[in-house]
């Protein structure tokens, strides 16, 4: 893992808020519908490039504009002052945070975001991985450049970086990483899905950015009661069922007595184990499944019934090509410059890329770090 030694030393200024554009832009592809323009094929970021730069920060989703994708993919969770930040666990962790002292937190016993204050969470640096970090660190780490004082963003942030790039069309896929299962470890202090969507629907509102919001979640709880404040935001229902995972793969629960509690008050058994079905019921436009538990006959489901086909996480190329071979929408990966590279050999149109206003602190180019990723066995590259 290479080092940008020193590259934060402040805040990103003040920007002023642009107005937010539909995308517009085509390629021939089937028709399915979803509230958000999705014209072209959507190569989505995940956590604006994990493989590259540092997850869910400014550094990479500013990576991820230079580098030209359709969409930035994040996921959320809400401070004990009510902010919304990016971040993918509900706990610092210890692979990834560093505190004011300067030391990774414990792993036995990180803070909760939760339950902390922005002011608190702004003083952790997320910026260099750990390379104690075992799997994760040989799976994400060994290709990502680290880069030292780099916080947790806010939503906020997110939207006023782009405006910032003049960037009036990328997308934003923003999961609203909520736990509905007792029995899930992020469960306790979970907040409320009502107030978590509100604050988060009053941001989208505040910067215009209805058009360019999907909202994506486990827990389809928040995709209904994003449906209640605003039913013109797109909503796209996550999903998958790994036993092999463990209980934290497990989001329909298969044959288990009574409903699921990912799934807003549906039982996967009453539509006979279809996901597509039952996202379709729940009122999402995209359904966004483990890419291995997809086939061309729920694809093509899929959009029969309207809906678009995003799956998670995808980082071979091989798998890739099978999955553009079947008739996905997008693809959502760790490892956006090489899927970008593939659409373009595959004469599929991508978006163009940004170029880095001058004097843009978040900067760092799009030149990948040299290495080879470890594969995971059971999903592990991809899920967690």
């Known amino acids: 893992m290479k080092t940008a030694v020193g590259f934060l030393s402040k805040l990103l200024v003040t920007v002023t808020v642009a107005v937010a554009v539909m995308l517009v832009s085509s390629i021939n592809m089937p028709a399915a519908y979803a509230k958000v323009k999705l014209d072209m094929f959507d190569l989505e970021a995940h956590r604006g490039g994990r493989d590259v730069r540092p997850e869910n920060t400014l550094i990479s989703f500013a990576y991820a504009l230079e580098l030209g994708v359709t ?36 792993r036995d016993n990180p803070p909760d975001i939760r339950l902390m204050t922005l002011a608190e969470i702004k003083q952790y640096d997320v910026g260099v991985m750990n390379p104690n ?26 939207f006023e970086l782009v405006n910032a790039y003049g960037n009036k069309t990328v997308l934003f896929n923003i999961e609203t990483k909520s736990y509905a299962d007792p029995a899930d470890p992020g469960y306790i202090n979970n907040p409320d899905p009502a107030v978590f969507v509100k604050k988060v629907y009053d941001i989208i509102k505040r910067y215009h950015m209805e058009d360019r919001v999907m909202l994506q979640s486990f827990d389809w709880r928040t995709l209904k009661e994003m ?38 008050g549906l039982d996967i058994d009453d539509f006979n184990g279809d996901y597509v079905k039952a996202a379709k019921a729940i009122g999402a436009d995209v359904i966004s499944p483990y890419f291995k538990e997809l086939s061309l006959e729920l694809v093509e489901e899929a959009h029969e019934l309207g809906m ?13 090509n099978m999955l553009i071979d079947m008739g996905v929408d997008g693809i959502i990966t760790d490892k956006p410059h090489v899927l ?13 890329p940004t170029k880095a206003p001058p ?11 040299s290495g080879v990723s470890k594969q995971l066995a059971k999903g592990g590259d991809a899920a967690h």
């Open 227 to 264: 449906q209640k404040l605003d039913p013109n935001i797109t909503l796209v229902a996550l999903t998958c069922e790994q036993p092999s995972w463990g209980r934290d793969g497990l989001y329909r629960q298969v044959g288990e007595i009574g409903s699921s509690p990912w799934m807003g």
């Open 133 to 158: 970090g075992g799997d994760y660190y040989e799976s994400h780490g060994r290709t990502q450049l680290a880069v030292p004082g780099t916080r947790i963003p806010t939503l906020e942030e997110v």
């Open 308 to 320: 678009k086909v995003v799956p998670w996480t995808v980082n071979r190329e091989q798998d890739m």
């Open 340 to 352: 970008r590279s593939l659409l373009i050999k595959r004469g599929i149109k991508v978006a163009e």
């Open 359 to 369: 004097g843009m602190i978040y900067s760092t180019g799009t030149s990948v770090v």
């Open 71 to 106: 969409t930035l993919e994040m996921d959320m969770q809400m401070t004990k002052d009510g902010h919304i930040v990016i971040s993918h666990n509900p706990k610092m962790s210890w692979i990834l945070a560093r505190g004011p002292n300067g030391q990774y937190v414990s």
